[in-house]
């Protein structure tokens, strides 16, 4: 099993419709967990980190249930502009600087 | 304020060869890493460091070595270029270890 899964996608919805993505991860001592979006042949930047039971920035919501070992991603009122890639990304407990990155779940919004 | 700098952008290399690519910080981040990142795959570290003379080895440091003199500058160094080397590479930087990462924009290079 894969140390953080991701559904690669296509995801296509039309503008102002709500999406979600969900991540999950193998190991249950990851401590923290962040989304990252990534436009077609350019670098990641961080979305949002995510921290406890989740936290919300606009139309971006990021969840966590260490239960169930997943993190997901809510994005409502979609925009053109939110088309890209978004990438799960897990701290696995054995330091910072072991991040694992997820493969990554595209996302096209259409008019 | 530039943020994460990587030169080159693009680079081709004959299998064997050796070169360097660039890194740099201005924001004085002492966590800087070197990832690559392959199609169908998600960006796995090749090397990282917690601070200038400090460094250490990722999931894939094979043919790659660093270096990490200054806090501004972070080097990846490919000994002998291979094919399986061809991917895109990215430098990245953090102030510190619950901070998100800074990216640069990348070296695409290709080994023939």
């Known amino acids: 099993r894969k140390e953080v899964e991701q559904d690669p996608g296509p995801f296509n919805v039309p503008e102002g419709a709500t999406v979600a993505f969900n991540c999950t991860y193998s190991?249950?001592?990851?401590?923290?967990f962040f989304w990252y979006r990534q436009d077609c042949r350019k670098e990641p930047k961080l979305l949002m980190s995510?921290?406890?039971s989740g936290n919300e920035d606009g139309r971006f919501t990021a969840q966590l249930n260490r239960a169930s070992q997943y993190i997901s991603l809510l994005i409502r009122d979609s925009k053109l502009s939110d088309s890209a890639t978004y990438l799960c990304?897990?701290?696995?407990?054995?330091?910072?600087?072991?991040?694992?990155f997820g493969t990554g779940t595209r996302l096209l919004v259409s008019p | 304020n530039a943020g994460v700098t990587q030169t080159p952008k693009f680079q081709v290399l004959k299998t064997g060869q050796s070169m360097t690519l660039q890194c740099a910080q201005d924001m004085n981040h002492e966590y800087m890493s070197w990832y690559r990142q392959d199609p169908g795959m998600g960006l796995r570290l090749i090397h990282y460091s917690v601070g200038a003379g400090i460094t250490d080895q990722g999931e894939v440091p094979n043919g790659y070595n660093v270096s990490r003199s200054t806090t501004e500058d972070f080097p990846l160094r490919l000994l002998s270029a291979a094919p399986s080397q061809t991917s895109v590479y990215f430098c990245a930087s953090s102030y510190s270890d619950r901070g998100g990462y800074t990216f640069g924009s990348g070296t695409r290079l290709t080994v023939v």
């Open positions: 990304v897990v701290n696995p407990g054995t330091g910072f600087q072991k991040l694992v």
């Open positions: 995510v921290y406890s």
């Open positions: 190991n249950s001592a990851s401590q923290s």
